[in-house]
């Protein structure tokens, strides 16, 4: 989640008319599809855990897996979109707040997680 706050920060640092911003979008650019391969790694790693490591619950059936699936969902999405940022403006509209519902979800998925923990 700390990566995913990190690359939205310079995305929205990238967006300010500001002598930097050139430096934060290369930046954004660069950093979001190690994000991305990060939140994937740990989607499939949550569902592997559950599968062989949890009897007490199954593998979809938690708020926990429906919003990290959300959030897999928002930035294939924002990778996706990000691909036409250079020539098309509703790309460019859309982008962004794409990248903050999928940030708004991984902090969600923190608070979910914990209702999972083993006792």
Do not use: E, K, N, Y
Not at 36 to 56: E, F
Not at 59 to 86: K, P
Not at 87 to 111: E, K, M, N, T, Y
């Amino acid at each position: 989640m700390f990566a995913a706050a990190r690359g939205a920060a310079l995305g929205v640092g990238g967006r300010r008319p500001v002598a930097g911003a050139l430096r934060d979008r290369r930046r954004h650019a660069t950093m979001m599809p190690w994000v991305l391969a990060l939140i994937l790694l740990s989607w499939a790693g949550g569902v592997a855990s559950v599968w062989w490591l949890r009897d007490d619950i199954s593998v979809a059936d938690s708020a926990h897996f429906t919003v990290g699936t959300a959030i897999v969902a928002a930035f294939v999405a924002a990778a996706l979109v990000s691909r036409r940022i250079d020539v098309d403006g509703w790309s460019r509209r859309v982008h962004p707040w794409i990248g903050a519902a999928a940030l708004l979800l991984c902090g969600w998925q923190v608070f979910l997680g914990l209702q999972l923990m083993p006792r």
